[in-house]
């Protein structure tokens, strides 16, 4: 009898391990946008080639818009494992205490995609994702949202018209600075809640590049928009390190190179559909589209030029004068 039970169980064992071998290693990859902006297609994107390129053995969950956790919550879970892989924008590493993220904030810090490349690549960017590992998260890449313009119910062609508006902003000391020196209102709110604030008055405005526009719908509730691209909105694609390490080598360079050719789709899909969003708020008819003169632009950089002197103690002030020196070495800059 004992001899038949230890067979049966030999056998049960022998079958349960290849079953146990075949189960795909799971990553949640949690974000806050809808499936049609450029993270969401850069995401769908990762979870393909990683899908692929691995065989079946990682599986990569997605949950859109909001879905699983708001942009107040997605980092702490993150840091607890309830989520393995997020991609939030770099103004939400300031409550962790990683304040120089909030560098790419500062108003007209990046003059072209260039310089901005060239920071996220380089020394700068790798350098600021190192600074996240004591807090348990690994950065992987940098994903543009892209360049942002301001939305209000009233023409804003010059800095003074934004004074008094209440505008919708990330939880980020620099955003606050920055509209505080303009004389408006910054008030932090979630994004999944910016549409119905615009909607109801709880704020009269808000900045995002033209995608965020769109696939929010936001456009249908404000009726001017300002072509400033006076800041940059980007994510920082990010993972639970404790996750990351623990996974087999092979593994995790496979996913190394599919985050790397995601990044690289999801640069070349934010402009495309930054450029389109642009055209589809100007045919809706439902928001006027005003695009600054040569002297309404300075007028914005100089009105804003303080800031980034405000902001330097608080981001660093090594980091920012790095960072104008790439901007001043860009060419045609």
Known sequence: MTARILGALACALALAAPAAAQSPIVIKFSHVVTTDTPKGQGAERFKQLAEERTKGAVKVEIYPNSTLYKDKEEVEMLQLGAVQMLAPSTSKFGPLGVKEFEAFDLPYIFPNEQVLRRVQDGPIGQGLFKKLESKGIKGLGYWDNGFKILTANKPMHAPEDVKGLKFRIQSSKVLEAQFKQLGALPQVLAFS?????????????????????????????????????????????????????????????????????????????????????????????????????????????????????????????????????????????
């Open 193 to 333: 809640e910016l549409y119905q604030a615009l909607q109801t008055g709880v704020v009269d405005g808000q900045e995002n590049p033209p995608s965020n526009v769109t696939t929010q719908k936001i456009n249908e509730v404000q009726k001017h928009a300002t072509l400033t691209y006076h800041g940059y909105i980007g994510y920082a694609v990010i993972v639970n390190k404790g996750f990351w390490d623990g996974l087999p080598a092979d593994i995790r360079t496979t996913l190394e190179g599919a985050m790397k050719d995601a990044t690289a789709y999801e640069h070349e899909i934010a402009d495309k559909q930054n450029e389109k969003a642009l055209a589809d708020i100007r045919a809706t008819g439902k928001t006027e589209v005003y695009t600054p003169t040569e002297a309404e632009n300075a007028a914005w950089r100089k009105a804003l030029a303080p800031v980034q002197r405000e902001m330097a103690s608080r981001v660093g002030k090594d980091l920012v004068a790095a960072l104008n020196k790439e901007a001043e070495a860009a060419p045609n800059n």
